[in-house]
């Protein structure tokens, strides 16, 4: 029983040492694309590496794969992505373009934006959306990246692994 314990411990903490948290609460403009509220100088740093992986600022391959507020209908290839990124900012914005990819998709197969519900509803108190094929609940303008963990597979692939806030 023991030995498992210590194995387990020793297992979490190479997990530790390829995970890396930043933390921030992040949007995007989408008319001018600053950021906010993280400071352009926190945002535009290289994607961190784990402290088994060596520094650099060369371009790594990321994958993302979003799961709030989707649908269970969204399928895999609309919701995951592998991409090449250089800094945080970079993920962020490949974040975007496939949220805004699937929340148009959500509008063509009949979902209703937030504000075309309220146009309808006046008395509709919430922000949110109703739910539609692919979203539920919140308008693409309620989200917000507020951590990422990048997980290093090896030295040039991390899985970014995304907690989203509305």
Same mark, same amino acid.
């Given at each position: @029983?023991?030995?498992?314990?210590?194995?387990?411990? +020793?297992? @979490?903490? +190479? &997990?530790? +040492?390829? *995970?890396? #948290? $930043?933390?921030?609460?992040?949007?995007?403009?989408?008319?001018?694309? %600053?950021?906010?509220?993280?400071?352009?100088?926190?945002?535009?740093?290289?994607?961190? +590496? =784990?402290?088994?992986? =060596?520094?650099?600022?060369?371009? $790594?391959?990321?994958?993302? *794969?979003?799961?709030?507020?989707?649908?269970?209908? &969204?399928?895999?290839? =609309?919701?995951?992505?592998?991409?090449?990124?250089?800094? $945080?900012?970079? &993920? *962020?914005?490949?974040?975007?373009?496939?949220?805004?990819?699937?929340?148009?998709?959500? &509008?063509?197969?009949?979902?209703?934006?937030?504000?075309?519900?309220?146009? %309808?509803?006046?008395?509709?108190? #919430?922000?949110?959306?109703?739910?539609?094929?692919? $979203?539920?609940?919140?308008?693409?303008?309620? #989200?917000?990246?507020?951590?990422?963990?990048?997980?290093? @597979?090896?030295?040039?692939? *991390?899985?970014?692994? #995304?907690?989203?806030?509305?």
């Amino acid at each position: @029983m023991k030995a498992r314990r210590i194995a387990k411990q +020793r297992k @979490m903490q +190479r &997990v530790r +040492r390829r *995970c890396v #948290l $930043v933390d921030l609460f992040w949007s995007i403009d989408p008319e001018t694309e %600053k950021c906010w509220p993280s400071p352009e100088s926190e945002i535009d740093q290289p994607i961190p +590496r =784990a402290r088994a992986i =060596a520094p650099s600022d060369e371009p $790594v391959d990321v994958y993302v *794969c979003l799961d709030y507020p989707l649908q269970d209908a &969204v399928p895999e290839s =609309a919701r995951e992505s592998n991409f090449k990124a250089r800094t $945080v900012k970079d &993920v *962020c914005l490949e974040v975007r373009r496939i949220y805004e990819a699937i929340y148009a998709e959500d &509008v063509r197969l009949g979902g209703v934006t937030a504000d075309e519900y309220r146009e %309808k509803n006046p008395d509709y108190p #919430l922000l949110n959306r109703p739910f539609g094929p692919w $979203v539920w609940g919140h308008d693409i303008g309620d #989200l917000a990246i507020e951590f990422i963990e990048f997980e290093w @597979m090896s030295p040039t692939h *991390c899985h970014a692994n #995304l907690f989203i806030g509305s």
